[in-house]
């Protein structure tokens, strides 16, 4: 079933996604009863397996020494990829983070974050990554002291009103040397205005993802699904 026919329905399940180069499967609990955020999509194992390739093609130097920053996360999985494949000595330089609940409206709750701290905890992956919450839109938290090297953004393209503050945050969040991988996958020609719009900002270079080892690369191309490069103006 194509994901965007289930984007309503509840799901509370474990997975296990086993990536070539990874010394173990990352393990993933999916609860959706917060909203589709809690379900894994298929941009985030595009992702996953593009860094995969970027950091086994530069001998593990890709991301050596980097803060790594994570939007729209959901269940974790490409920054607890990400953390599986990086040195334990880069303790807490990934932080994957999720908004608010939209639906509750209630400020000091938010079931993507206990949703990202189950998945690090069964993964034991608590000295290379933390989760914590990034509103789009709004003022950086008081948490987040230092711009970014790399942010990871997985299907965070795909309502009409959040085109906007993503865009606000990315810039808040970057400068003219931050790395920003953005998945996505077209589903509306609505799409097309959130390009429009960050096109403004920033450069935006599709990559290659022949490149990756992915055995589900052909499926994904013909779903639409694409991976960018954006990276701020001067």
Known sequence: MDPDMILNSKITRSSSFDYKGLPRPILIKED???????????AADVSCNYLIWKYKSSNGN??????????????????LVLGAMCNPLDANK?????????FLKI??????????????????????VRANVLDWGVELPQWLTKIPDIIIASDCVYLEVAFQ????????????NTEIYLCYKRRRKADKRFFTLARKKFTITEQNLKVTEDPHRPGYERNGLHLYLMKRKL
């Open 62 to 79: 890709a991301f050596k020494g980097k803060t790594i920053l994570e939007l729209g996360s959901g269940t974790g999985l490409v920054g």
């Open 165 to 176: 503050p993503l865009i606000d945050s990315l810039l808040l969040l970057s400068n003219e």
């Open 32 to 42: 959706t009863t917060g909203g589709c955020g809690g379900k894994t999509w298929e």
């Open 94 to 102: 990934i932080v994957i983070t999720d908004q608010m609940s939209l």
């Open 107 to 128: 400020e000091t709750f938010s079931p993507m974050l206990s949703l990202m701290e189950a998945n690090i905890d069964i993964n034991n992956l608590g000295r290379t």
